[in-house]
């Protein structure tokens, strides 16, 4: 395993970076896939992508010590809640007001 933030550590990340944004951009563009189809393919590349993002340039998962995973794990709760809550508001206040 290289250093943590070494130059190749950081080249590999972005080469990564770079690939997986290339593949949902080609497959956006192509057609090649439905839309259900679409949907899982940029999802799917968009849960590779974080996990690079989290590994090579965040650097989670690298080291002993556990509070940035921590920190990191409560701010991904607090989004779920957020997001989550909003998509629940809207969905309730689109359809009260369609009541009338």
Same mark, same amino acid.
């Given at each position: 395993?290289?250093?943590?933030?070494?130059?190749?550590?950081?080249?590999?990340?972005?080469?990564?970076?770079?690939?997986?944004?290339?593949?949902?951009?080609?497959?956006?563009?192509?057609?090649?896939?439905? !839309?259900?189809?679409?949907?899982?393919?940029?999802?799917?590349?968009?849960?590779? !992508?974080?996990?690079?993002?989290?590994?090579?340039?965040?650097?989670?998962?690298?080291?002993?010590?556990?509070?940035?995973?921590?920190?990191?794990?409560?701010?991904?709760?607090?989004?779920?809640?957020?997001?989550?809550?909003?998509?629940?508001?809207?969905?309730?206040?689109?359809?009260?007001?369609?009541?009338?």
């Amino acid at each position: 395993m290289e250093k943590v933030g070494s130059v190749r550590s950081y080249s590999i990340g972005f080469c990564l970076a770079v690939a997986l944004t290339l593949a949902a951009y080609v497959a956006v563009t192509s057609g090649w896939f439905s !839309q259900f189809g679409m949907i899982v393919i940029i999802s799917a590349l968009a849960a590779i !992508q974080l996990i690079v993002q989290l590994v090579f340039f965040l650097h989670l998962g690298r080291d002993k010590v556990k509070w940035k995973a921590a920190a990191f794990y409560t701010m991904f709760l607090i989004l779920i809640l957020i997001v989550g809550g909003s998509l629940w508001i809207m969905y309730n206040l689109d359809y009260n007001m369609m009541m009338s």
